[in-house]
């Protein structure tokens, strides 16, 4: 999962940066409503289902974002899938022309084919995984995306200046009880983030307001 020029952010340090943002943080400081209301897919994304067959993955990273906020421009294609399912998908992508290009660190490997944007595919064995992959949202082109709970929780842990940044955005267009469930997932899965989830909150209602919930979700 790279991002140009983004340093990584331990989750400790994360809570500082956290804390130093909410010291600055203006109210109203946000973009318009209308231009989160948004959704292309104009970055492509190789047909994974004819490669993969039944093995469940789902789009995370940048790309994810699109099924809930305008696209974000990003360096590769990132998805996850469970790490039992590593050999087969590795196995797959070789024979259909992709190439091995490097483990990573985190869990899982990177593959390209020609000249394709590179496809990091994300190992977890997370007790949460296997219902999430099973129930994935879609983006506009139809692919499967983590679910909001689980992005933002794996957002968390990555705890990168630019997930925090992705996270803070995702809470400010997340009605009350979606909310309630991102909080639910995190203090279930990973307790020790709830500070940050929690500051994160704060900081997309100082900049985009209270009074969003409606405009962006019409009854």
Do not use: C
């Not at 994974?48 to 994810?64: F, K, R, T």
């Not at 998805?79 to 998908?89: T, V």
């Not at 992709?98 to 490997?109: D, H």
């Not at 139809?142 to 794996?154: D, H, K, Q, T, W």
Request: a negative charge.
């Amino acid at each position: 999962m790279r991002e140009p020029d983004d340093p990584e952010v331990t989750p400790r340090l994360a809570t500082r940066f956290l804390r130093l943002a909410l010291r600055r943080a203006a109210r109203g400081t946000g973009s318009q409503v209308a231009f989160y209301t948004r959704r292309t897919a104009m970055q492509p994304v190789p047909d994974l289902d004819a490669i993969l067959g039944p093995l469940p993955w789902a789009l995370v990273g940048g790309l994810a974002l699109r099924a809930y906020l305008p696209e974000r421009a990003t360096l590769d294609v990132d998805i996850l899938i469970h790490e039992r399912d590593a050999p087969a998908a590795q196995k797959a992508l070789l024979g259909a022309g992709y190439r091995f290009v490097g483990a990573l660190s985190i869990g899982g490997f990177t593959v390209q084919r020609n000249d394709e944007a590179l496809l990091d595919v994300l190992t977890r064995s997370d007790p949460w995984l296997d219902e999430a992959l099973r129930n994935p949202s879609r983006d506009p082109a139809g692919f499967p995306v983590l679910g909001r709970p689980f992005l933002i929780l794996i957002k968390l842990q990555a705890g990168r200046t630019q997930d925090l940044a992705d996270i803070q955005r995702l809470l400010a267009f997340t009605p009350p009880a979606e909310r309630q469930m991102v909080r639910e997932v995190v203090e279930r899965y990973d307790p020790g983030l709830l500070e940050d989830l929690d500051a994160l909150i704060t900081l997309a209602d100082l900049e985009f307001g209270s009074s969003h919930y409606d405009d962006f979700h019409p009854r």
